[in-house]
């Protein structure tokens, strides 16, 4: 932060993710990156990626808006943070910025302080191989208009290029059917180039056969990720619901039983419980007034099915009518008495963070017995793999007999996720990859 104008904020009420663990804590300890004026990238801003879910024109959101503002029509601080937005917004071009604030906000801003140090970023450059002399690496091979360049590194390569799930063959090697590259949101440029070169240089890999997993629609143009767990579905905003239409929906097998918690949180997708679900599964919820509950994406390109009747949509998704209303009728009788007896949904703290809290006695459950209903296709899908080349704590990459490999390190989706099989937390992804790259490039430094 000394070196950039990256700054952050407290998401204050965003609860760990396991808050009843020893040391949780349910208002949380989640930060995010704050305002940042576009301007200062200049020419550099053209190639800045754009938001994942786009802010709406004239106004600045924040991570932990998005809580109340899915409320904003049943809640008066959800009304009040909308109007608030707008106010942000409003303040920020009077002052001559271009705000930008989440993802783009910690891109453009680490980006900035690159620029500031007159540090080069070569685009569009990938990499071919590494280059090894007597056992140490010294440099990278890559590709720049078409020609094929050697960059020297005479103290240390580190290896951030991210993970492989834009890999067909790789996806096949160490991954199940028939999980591939249809279902992720990683960045299409990861396909596993920096783990392959260090395969080649003699490195060792681990947890290769797991990704940061999560439930996804799947949609002709591209996977629908639901990246907000818990957004609660009777309320409708400008901005793209974000989740997983919490309160009134339950994931269902193809024989009907309700078999997972729908708000799995973080990479909490039932694949990773050691059993495979019956691909794809479907997920019931319902609608009311205009039918608010169902985000306008998944209206227009239709992966789901409408009825007005629980017989009429258990035919069109192909499961047994008893055995879904058995369900629904099972999950309308928690939702009356407020506790979850199959997986204890709304016993954590975590739960309720994207509820409306207007749905008593718990705002994790609401029933299902309003039409119309619908059901769409849940499928493991995941925010990049997890797996790469094993490090030491100092990022130093390591061969299958555990000897560091000089020269060379790596960091983020590239290396073994320091996380192991669990996401223990809210950027459980980018806070090791900062972490590692700044203690990669401290170790570079300090062995010169």
Known sequence: MQNSPLRFRYMEG?????PERTGGLPNGRSIEPDLFDGNLLGPELANLNPAYIPVPSGQVVFSADYKWLNLVLVNVKGAALALETYDRWIKATAQGKKPLTMGQSLAGALRAGLLQAGVPVWLNTPLVDLRIDAGRVTGVLVTRNGTQTLIKAKYGVVVAS?????????????QQQPIGTDWTLGAASNTGDGIEAGLT????????DDSWWGPVIPLPDEPYFCLAEHTPPRQHHRQPARGALRERSRALRRRSPRHVPEERRGAGHPRLDGHRPELPEPLPLQGSRADPAVPGRLVRQRPLVKSSTIAGLAAKMGVPASALRSTINRFNGFAATGKDLDFKRGDSAYDHYYTDPAVIPNSCLAP??????YAFKIVPGDLGTK???VTDAKARVLSPAGAVIPGLYAAGNASSAVMGRSYAGAGATIGPAMTFGYIAANHIADNR
């Open 387 to 389: 797996g790469g080349l």
């Open 368 to 373: 299902l017995w309003l039409p119309p209903f």
């Open 201 to 208: 240089a003699g490195a060792e890999v681990a947890l290769m």
């Open 14 to 18: 965003y609860s760990d993710y396991y």
């Open 162 to 174: 991210g993970g492989f799930e834009h890999n067909d063959g790789m996806r096949d090697q160490y």
